[in-house]
């Protein structure tokens, strides 16, 4: 064990992964208009404009969009908003 593994052990902190990265994923789901997913976005992951549209259509035409990278507990605040606003989301392991 890794002395970065053993602290997190000691913490008691859920080991969510090797390496601590994740994917907060945004999922389509052909009710909420763009500029409602877009302003949810910005608000919530800090995205600019430009950026969330992008996310927005990608999510749109290909049904799913990595729209954050991080820590897990940084993505499960946003995916909590998210899914507040009724935006389904999901957090995946990078691989």
């Known amino acids: 064990m890794t002395s970065k593994e053993t602290k997190r052990k000691q913490k008691g902190n859920e080991d969510h992964g090797s390496d601590g990265i994740y994917s907060l994923m945004l999922h389509n789901d ?55 606003r009724n935006l389904n989301s999901t957090i995946t392991t990078k691989p």
């Open 30 to 84: 052909d009710i909420h208009s763009f500029d409602y997913v877009i302003d949810a976005l910005i608000d919530i992951c800090d995205h600019k404009f430009e950026q969330a549209l992008q996310c927005t259509l990608i999510t749109h035409h290909h049904g799913r969009c990595d729209v954050r990278k991080g820590e897990f507990d940084a993505l499960k605040k946003m995916k909590d908003a998210l899914l507040a």
